[in-house]
């Protein structure tokens, strides 16, 4: 009989790891390796030069592409070059350099709210942590796993979006209908730490390449076809040993849905 256990070296983290067997671990490292073979110069497709940059641009990004964010980003970044100077203006004043993006009101709401932190708490620095990022008026913990991977090399997340939503589910690494939570959670326990931001960027690669959300079109690609295609997944029902994981692969039929902006 396999025994299953959390990932090692996560013992810091503020909360406890689904328990995952050795075969789960086994395959999810197949995959990883499925993976690094398809996407090897896989990277945070968001264009920035500095931490506060990133977040920035992360935060211009929900809804929204990478493509659409990176065209507006070089007037913005220009304009404020500094969290101090986006803390000077007002929302109004930074609207008109992202009004080609979706929610842009918002979203200056958003950055304006937390540059203004960053100066008044932090000596203008953006912070390195989880704790103090999520304390950042509009960051929430996808926001901060991005920042924090890529702009700080610090993993203590795996960032979900709506790719890897979708591929977590296809790939049978979580159980259909899984939250946002669990399926980070789930990748965590699945996959060693150091790949947790490399990983991420090559599922959502993947997502926005080749196992898109209406299907169909990846069914020739190799990764699908040994992991799960648009039209068959290794998917069953949930497992208390496994914390809502698959608990045997089986062929399952994919429900079409509509495409999701990432």
């Not at 350099?97 to 937390?114: T, V």
């Not at 709506?162 to 946002?180: D, E, K, M």
């Not at 068959?232 to 399952?252: D, M, N, V």
Request: positive net charge; hydrophobic residues 40%; aromatic residues 6%.
């Amino acid at each position: 009989m396999m025994r299953s256990g959390p990932t090692p070296d996560a013992g810091d983290l503020p909360f406890e790891l689904p328990r995952t067997t050795p075969r789960e671990r086994a395959r999810a490292s197949a995959l990883a390796r499925a993976l690094a073979s398809a996407y090897p110069d896989a990277h945070c497709e968001l264009a920035y030069s500095s931490p506060h940059e990133l977040l920035v641009a992360t935060i211009l990004s929900a809804q929204a592409t990478d493509v659409g964010v990176n065209k507006a980003t070089p007037a913005l970044f220009a304009r404020f070059p500094t969290p101090a100077a986006y803390a000077r203006a007002t929302p109004g004043e930074i609207e008109p350099y992202i009004k080609s993006i979706g929610l842009y009101r918002n979203k200056a709401k958003a950055i304006h709210a937390a540059m203004k932190d960053i100066v008044e708490r932090f000596d203008g620095r953006v912070p390195g942590t989880m704790h103090d990022l999520l304390t950042l008026r509009g960051v929430a913990r996808k926001t901060a796993n991005v920042v924090l991977g890529n702009a700080f090399g610090v993993h203590v997340g795996f960032v979900v979006d709506t790719h890897v939503q979708r591929l977590a589910t296809r790939f049978g690494l979580v159980a259909p209908g899984a939250s946002i939570t669990m399926i980070e959670r789930r990748l965590m326990a699945l996959f060693p730490r150091e790949e947790w931001c490399i990983l991420s960027h090559r599922l959502i690669w993947h997502g926005r390449r080749a196992c898109k959300a209406r299907g169909a079109g990846c069914a020739d690609h190799p990764v699908c076809r040994e992991f799960g295609s648009a039209c068959e997944l290794r998917i069953s029902a949930p497992s208390r040993a496994t914390g809502g994981a698959p608990a045997r692969a089986k062929p399952a039929a994919l429900k079409r849905s509509a495409p999701r902006r990432s």
